[in-house]
T-cell receptor
Framework: QKEVEQNSGPLSVPEGAIASLNCTYS??????FFWYRQYSGKSPELIMS????GDKEDGRFTAQLNKASQYVSLLIRDSQPSDSATYLC???????????FGSGTKLNVKP | EPEVTQTPSHQVTQMGQEVILRCVPI?????FYWYRQILGQKVEFLVS????????KSEIFDDQFSVERPDGSNFTLKIRSTKLEDSAMYFC???????????FGPGTRLTVL
């Protein structure tokens, strides 16, 4: 069973703070990693992808990958109320053409 | 900006009826996917499609389900003899390449009565 685990939250942070979202995965064959944002009743919206160990920054978002620890995280700097959503971690295994999704972490950014 | 589109946005059907959910992937994408999300649960993979054939399918994707690319733009999911437990949001996604980012459509909410 390929597992992608996320803390369901809710994670509450004040506006302007850094939000840290974490994801662990069980299969060492995992090759590529993605963070999606999902507002209630809407579809997943791609935020970032990361394929190699280390950090990747895009605007206020930083994805961090540690394959040895089977851990991927997303940092959101200067959090805004509009960032309040559920954040989904998705993992793609080598040689498989599909994503495994975590259950998501609900983020609340309080004004 | 190119996007994945899906129709209808909401489909209500009676148990035992057949439904067809339609998707138009992003035009230069080659890989197509269907996922579903039961209310309050995680997004679950159903099937992936490339070069006019299924490349992966999950345990959920049994004989009740089928996919088709009837022309150069549409990608459809057919559910035969719907069951109450098929009620969910169904998302279509597409990607340029095999392990690349997948872009999701807005979804079709299927309600089986």
């Amino acid at each position: 069973q390929k597992e992608v685990e996320q803390n369901s939250g809710p994670l509450s942070v004040p506006e302007g703070a850094i939000a840290s979202l974490n994801c662990t995965y069980s299969d060492r064959g995992s090759q590529s990693f993605f963070w999606y944002r999902q507002y209630s009743g809407k579809s997943p919206e791609l935020i970032m992808s990361i394929y190699s160990n280390g950090d990747k920054e895009d605007g206020r978002f930083t994805a961090q990958l540690n394959k040895a620890s089977q851990y991927v995280s997303l940092l959101i700097r200067d959090s805004q109320p509009s960032d309040s959503a559920t954040y989904l971690c998705a993992v793609n295994l080598y040689n498989f053409n599909k994503f495994y999704f975590g259950s998501g972490t609900k983020l609340n950014v309080k004004p | 900006e190119p996007e994945v589109t899906q129709t209808p946005s909401h489909q209500v059907t009676q148990m035992g009826q057949e439904v067809i959910l339609r998707c138009v992937p992003i035009s230069n994408h080659l890989y197509f996917y269907w996922y579903r999300q039961i209310l309050g649960q995680k997004v679950e993979f159903l099937v992936s499609f490339y070069n006019n054939e299924i490349s992966e399918k999950s345990e959920i994707f049994d004989d009740q389900f089928s996919v088709e690319r009837p022309d150069g733009s549409n990608f459809t999911l057919k559910i035969r003899s719907t069951k109450l437990e098929d009620s969910a949001m169904y998302f279509c996604a597409s990607s340029e390449a095999r392990v690349n980012e997948q872009f999701f459509g807005p979804g079709t909410r299927l309600t089986v009565l």
